[in-house]
C-alpha cells in the first residue's frame, strides 16, 4: 500500500457541484462532499435519496452530468470502475462482485495478475493476497479455498482484500451488513477501523443508525 497518502487534516477525496439526471429524474442536484484519509464518513438517507448513484459516479459505473472530482490532490474523471480501481477508489456492493468458482486468490487478484512472459506467478500472487489478508486481520482465508465454500461475511473479505491489492486510497461500503449476521458485521466494523488506521478514506453507506454510531467519525 501507498505510504503517500495526505495528511488526515486534507481531504483526501473532494467532490464538487456533482448533478446527475435519468430522463425526468433529477437524481443528484449540485452535490459537494468531501472525505480525508483516516477518516470514516457516513452517508444516510432515505431510499431514493441519491446515495447510491453519488458513489456510483464516484467508482466510476455513472459520469456526472456536471462537477468535477479531486483525488490525492489530482484530477479525478474515471472512465469506468476499473479504471477507478486502479486510481485507488473501489466500492463494495451490497450484491458483491465475485467469480465464486475461483479461490480466494484468483478473486482478489482478478484484474491485477502477476504475470512473467505469459505465466502467472503465483508465488508472488499468492504473497500480495496473503499480505492483504494480513491487513485486514483474517489469514485463517486460506488463498487457494473456492469463494463458493465462504460464508457471505468472508466474502465480503475478499472484495476488500481485491481493493487493497489495487491500492486503495478510498474504499466505500454500500449497505454493508444487509446480508451479515451480527457477528459478521461486528468483523466488518473492525475491519473498518483497521482500514482507517491505515490512511484510507471511507464512505459508509447505511441507514442503520447504530452502524454509523459505531464505526463513522462525521
Known amino acids: 500500500m501507498p505510504a503517500d497518502r495526505p495528511r488526515p487534516s486534507q481531504p483526501l477525496l473532494q467532490m464538487h457541484g456533482i448533478s446527475k439526471r435519468f430522463g425526468a429524474t433529477q437524481a443528484l442536484g449540485n452535490v459537494d462532499l468531501h472525505v480525508s484519509g483516516g477518516e470514516v464518513l457516513a452517508l444516510i438517507g432515505e431510499n431514493g435519496?441519491?446515495?447510491?448513484?453519488?458513489?456510483?459516479?464516484?467508482?466510476?459505473?455513472?459520469?456526472?452530468?456536471?462537477?468535477?472530482?479531486?483525488?490525492?490532490?489530482?484530477?479525478?474523471?474515471?472512465?469506468?470502475?476499473?479504471?477507478?480501481?486502479?486510481?485507488?477508489?473501489?466500492?463494495?456492493?451490497?450484491?458483491?462482485?465475485?467469480?465464486?468458482?475461483?479461490?480466494?486468490?484468483?478473486?482478489?487478484?482478478?484484474?491485477?495478475?502477476?504475470?512473467?512472459l505469459g505465466w502467472l506467478r503465483r508465488a508472488s500472487q499468492r504473497q500480495r493476497a496473503g499480505r492483504a489478508l494480513d491487513l485486514l486481520g483474517h489469514p485463517e482465508l486460506r488463498p487457494e479455498v473456492s469463494v463458493r465454500?465462504?460464508?457471505?461475511?468472508?466474502?465480503?473479505?475478499?472484495?476488500?482484500?481485491?481493493?487493497?491489492?489495487?491500492d486503495a486510497k478510498v474504499i466505500v461500503f454500500d449497505e454493508p451488513t444487509s446480508s451479515l449476521t451480527q457477528r459478521d458485521a461486528q468483523h466488518l466494523f473492525g475491519v473498518i477501523r483497521k482500514l482507517k488506521e491505515a490512511g484510507l478514506a471511507i464512505v459508509y453507506i447505511s441507514h442503520f443508525l447504530e452502524e454509523i454510531r459505531a464505526v463513522a467519525d462525521r
Not at 74 to 97: C, D, F, T
Not at 102 to 109: A, G, K, Q, R, W
Open 49 to 116: 435519496a441519491g446515495k447510491s448513484t453519488l458513489m456510483k459516479v464516484l467508482a466510476g459505473a455513472h459520469a456526472a452530468d456536471s462537477g468535477k472530482m479531486v483525488l490525492s490532490g489530482e484530477s479525478y474523471a474515471p472512465k469506468g470502475p476499473h479504471h477507478a480501481r486502479l486510481a485507488g477508489v473501489a466500492m463494495i456492493y451490497q450484491e458483491l462482485n465475485l467469480a465464486p468458482d475461483l479461490s480466494v486468490e484468483d478473486n482478489i487478484m482478478l484484474g491485477q495478475e502477476d504475470h512473467a
Open 149 to 166: 465454500q465462504l460464508s457471505v461475511g468472508a466474502q465480503q473479505l475478499v472484495e476488500i482484500a481485491r481493493a487493497l491489492v489495487f
